[in-house]
């Protein structure tokens, strides 16, 4: 069993930026790709990013890219996502996600979820 707890989200005013952490507990990631989701309200829940716990190859989708980074610190089981330049758009609640990532960008690749945490930028 791996357990996730997410931290760091907030209000912000447009243009700002935020890091959400993700602290891993239980059984060993090293086998885990870790990802981040979000989903807005009445919306479906989307992928934001994701990174290979070994060797740390990141991905990260289109809406995001050039904005957000995903990385992590394997010493403190960690896994962050800095996001800039945000958007009134990115309100969502963020969730992190740990499981074989395959494929990457596909919730039912992740086994397991942390509680979430609120987004939410004001325009």
């Known amino acids: 069993q791996v357990q996730l707890v997410e931290s760091g989200g907030g209000l912000v005013q447009a243009g700002g930026s935020l890091r959400l952490s993700c602290v891993a507990s239980g059984r060993t990631l090293r086998t885990y790709a870790m990802g981040w989701f979000r989903q807005a309200p009445g919306k479906e829940r989307e992928f934001v990013a994701a990174?290979?716990?070994?060797?740390?190859?990141?991905y990260q989708s289109d809406s995001v890219k050039g904005r957000f980074t995903i990385s992590r610190e394997n010493a403190m089981n960690t896994v962050y996502l800095q996001m800039n330049s945000l958007k009134p758009e990115d309100t969502a609640v963020y969730y992190c996600?740990?499981?074989?990532?395959?494929?990457?960008?596909?919730?039912?690749?992740?086994?397991?979820w942390g509680q979430g945490t609120q987004v939410t930028v004001s325009s």
């Open positions: 996600a740990a499981g074989t990532g395959q494929p990457l960008g596909v919730k039912n690749a992740y086994g397991y």
């Open positions: 990174i290979i716990w070994s060797g740390g190859s990141t």
